[in-house]
């Protein structure tokens, strides 16, 4: 007797992350009300389940939706603006300037919307956001369908967004209650950095993030000079300040850690934090490259995030993977560190435990929600592939991505040899975002 499913999509290859380093031929993922309900091999599926619509994927991969850790996402509007600078002039003299002037509701919903556009064609399905007025990007999220754990941001100045750290959190608070129920989007608290947030309002912040069971996510070690600042200011590194102050814990994600001694790298290990490595972005930066083989032998989760559009320039997570990879291997003088398959693994499932969400996405499970991404393998620039988890690392790219499911619905398709077709948005919407902002902004 069979069995009714929603969906039925049988691929070449499945990927499911976990278990790990596995890869099935000629198997089938059985989806109904948004959930993985079964997973068997092509033949099986057609005896065990009757599909209201089957896909078959004859030339493709198909694995876990990307997640994307760490990223400012509206401020892809920026792209481009302030290009070859350092962090800190970067920030004080082009950043928060053009943030002061441009930034509204209107400018984060229509940047969040393009942004997402540009993860989802790439197979990213969850983004972890990180900037102002959180309800503009969720509702740009959810208008494209897609998975965001919203960060509710803390500051100590002001911005047009909220004069004082009291005001931040009185803010995001009411945003996280407004949206809490809603099963695409999450939160955590951001305070942004060490260097930009008061121990009086970290400590505030993480106990109200164990009042409400979410968690914490802000930027550490990010460069040499923020260390020596810190230690100068407070007697202490940044982390040592967060360790002080109670903050370090399971429910804690960190985005960068490029300048990281061994005695933290414990230290964060011990009190199982979690890292969000952004190469491209630290490199363009001229930050520096993070010691991830070094935390991963301590046994820390890491995870792959992109940062914001203005510093890398790209939302790309296969370009991550691909550079996380390399980076590895060159830094640490081993060929083996950071294989293909850990890179993706650091793309998907080490990304849902920084988030709280392994219970959910970053792997093909049963019972895990359906965000899924299908890779087409056959194209030219592919061939010949004798092992696909390595060719999704050192070869293909985002324009390689045919189909993107969230919650089994299908968001993304790439027709052949035609325009992507989004599910949220029509693609005149977004250029006319473009032109718009960049005439707006052209003028700074």
């Not at 941001?153 to 809490?180: C, H, M, P, W």
């Amino acid at each position: 007797m069979t069995e009714s499913v929603d969906l039925l999509i049988v691929a070449r290859w499945l990927l499911p992350v976990v278990p790990e380093d596995t890869l099935l031929e000629n198997h089938a993922v059985a989806i109904r009300d948004g959930k993985v309900i079964g997973i068997c091999t092509n033949d099986e599926s057609i005896k065990h389940y009757a599909a209201k619509e089957t896909i078959i994927l004859t030339e493709h991969v198909l694995m876990p939706g990307l997640i994307n850790l760490h990223m400012h996402a509206a401020m892809v509007l920026m792209r481009g603006i302030a290009d070859d600078v350092a962090l800190m002039p970067w920030l004080e003299q082009h950043i928060w300037p053009a943030e002061q002037k441009y930034v509204t509701p209107n400018f984060v919903r229509e940047g969040t919307l393009l942004a997402c556009a540009e993860m989802l064609s790439g197979g990213t399905t969850t983004f972890n956001d990180m900037y102002f007025y959180p309800e503009a990007s969720i509702q740009a999220s959810l208008q494209m369908g897609m998975r965001a754990s919203i960060g509710l941001v803390v500051l100590e100045f002001s911005t047009n967004y909220a004069n004082n750290a009291a005001s931040y959190i009185a803010k995001g608070t009411e945003v996280r209650d407004q949206y809490k129920t809603d099963s695409l989007v999450s939160f955590n608290f951001s305070p942004h950095a060490p260097y930009t947030v008061s121990d009086e309002s970290l400590i505030q912040i993480n106990m109200l993030a164990e009042q409400l069971d979410i968690g914490i996510h802000m930027h550490l070690h990010e460069t040499q000079n923020e260390v020596i600042q810190s230690q100068q200011t407070y007697g202490m590194t940044p982390l040592h300040r967060l360790s002080k102050l109670g903050l370090l814990s399971a429910r804690l994600s960190l985005a960068h850690c490029v300048h990281m001694t061994e005695l933290e790298m414990q230290l964060l290990a011990e009190q199982c934090c979690h890292i969000a490595h952004c190469p491209a972005s630290n490199l363009k930066l001229a930050s520096g490259i993070a010691p991830i083989t070094k935390c991963i032998e301590y046994g820390i989760n890491v995870g792959l995030g992109t940062d914001g559009a203005a510093s890398n320039n790209r939302l790309d997570m296969f370009a991550e993977m691909r550079l996380a990879a390399l980076l590895a291997k060159g830094q640490s003088g081993d060929a083996t560190a950071v294989s293909a398959y850990r890179a993706i693994e650091m793309a998907t499932i080490n990304g849902a435990k920084a988030l709280g969400l392994e219970s959910k996405i970053g792997s093909v499970e049963v019972g895990k929600c359906a965000d899924l991404i299908a890779v087409k393998m056959s194209d030219l620039n592919l061939q010949p592939c004798y092992d696909p988890v390595s060719h999704i690392v050192y070869v293909a790219s985002r324009e390689n991505v045919s189909h993107v499911w969230v919650n089994g619905d299908l968001k993304y398709y790439q027709p052949q040899a035609q325009q992507g077709v989004f599910n949220g948005v029509e693609p005149q919407e977004l250029s006319d975002i473009v032109q718009q902002w960049q005439h707006k902004m052209s003028k700074h």
